[in-house]
């Protein structure tokens, strides 16, 4: 999978993590899992690299949601597959209002014929 896509759920992730004040350390076991699984051979390392240099970084959330909205047009296993991923970060821990509008953002931009 591209890297700019890597990229942007790695940046998806971090926004609902930042949020809440998550535990970053936590969360690396099932981004790891997750990124092996749906994004090509990464490695565990890899991941975790990438995780760390998006952390760093400010992105817009709106912006990254659509980059992986429009690479996974045609992919609704993998959208499938990142909504159910989020979802299980979002609940992990506090859960407050800000997740979820966070979740109902990406599903609407994954789905959008399901919500005109």
Do not use: G
């Not at 790695?10 to 809440?20: G, M």
């Not at 760093?56 to 499938?80: F, G, P, R, S, V």
């Amino acid at each position: 999978m591209d890297a700019m896509i890597k990229e942007s759920v790695a940046a998806l992730f971090c926004h609902v993590i930042k949020i809440d004040d998550k535990d970053l350390d936590v969360e690396r076991p099932l981004f790891c899992r997750f990124i092996q699984q749906d994004f090509d051979s990464t490695t565990c390392q890899e991941a975790n690299q990438l995780l760390d240099n998006v952390m760093e970084k400010e992105y817009n959330i709106d912006t990254q949601i659509a980059i992986i909205a429009n690479a996974l047009h045609n992919e609704t296993y993998t959208k499938m597959s990142v909504l159910k991923q989020l979802n299980h970060i979002i609940v992990k821990s506090k859960l407050n209002d800000d997740d979820y509008d966070v979740f109902d953002k990406v599903k609407k931009a994954f789905f959008p014929n399901d919500y005109k």
